[in-house]
């Protein structure tokens, strides 16, 4: 199985909240896990505010900043790309779509031409909705 991770559903593992450990499960299991260069900018802007905003501490923030590195060393990422921002300007099956969820979407449309078992992993209700749509296995079951 190959895996899309977005956003929202790495957030949900790394800050342990309902559904982590399924969402743990779906990356561990993944024979390769993708992720847009957003994936890591907004992932690393919440820990970071997050730690700014005294949600968490120095040291858990530390302790996430480490855990996320070592995963995304791991993930191939495909970086923000001509064919990336014109396919997320375009139109999706369930507008509106918000844009950082449409780069993200745009991503795995884009990723679906070389990996054609690609699944996205997302909590973000738009998103599955979106992916399923256009034809995604979306991930939590």
């Known amino acids: 199985m190959m895996v899309y991770a ?7 593992w790394l ?9 743990l499960e ?3 299991r993944a024979k390769k896990v993708v992720c847009s260069r957003v994936t890591l900018i907004e992932t690393r802007r919440v820990m970071r505010r997050a730690s700014v ?7 858990q923030a530390a302790d996430l900043f480490a855990v996320f590195g070592q995963a995304a060393a791991r993930w191939a990422i495909l970086e ?3 064919e990336v921002a ?6 999706f099956p369930l507008e ?14 884009l990723l679906r031409e070389s990996l054609p078992d690609l699944c996205i992993l997302s909590t973000d209700e738009r998103v599955r909705r979106n992916a399923l749509q256009l034809g995604f296995d979306v991930l939590p079951h």
């Not at 800050?15 to 969402?23: A, L, M, T, V």
């Not at 014109?86 to 139109?91: I, K, N, Q």
């Not at 844009?99 to 991503?107: N, P």
Request: glycine fraction near 4%; charge should be negative.
């Open 26 to 28: 779906d990356l561990r």
């Open 6 to 12: 977005e956003t929202s559903a790495v957030l949900r």
């Open 15 to 23: 800050f342990n909240e309902d559904g982590s450990g399924q969402i």
């Open 96 to 109: 509106p779509v918000r844009t950082l969820d449409a780069i993200h979407l745009a991503s795995a449309v």
């Open 80 to 82: 923000l790309s001509v």
């Open 53 to 59: 905003e005294s949600r968490i501490t120095e040291t």
């Open 86 to 91: 014109r396919r997320a300007e375009s139109v």
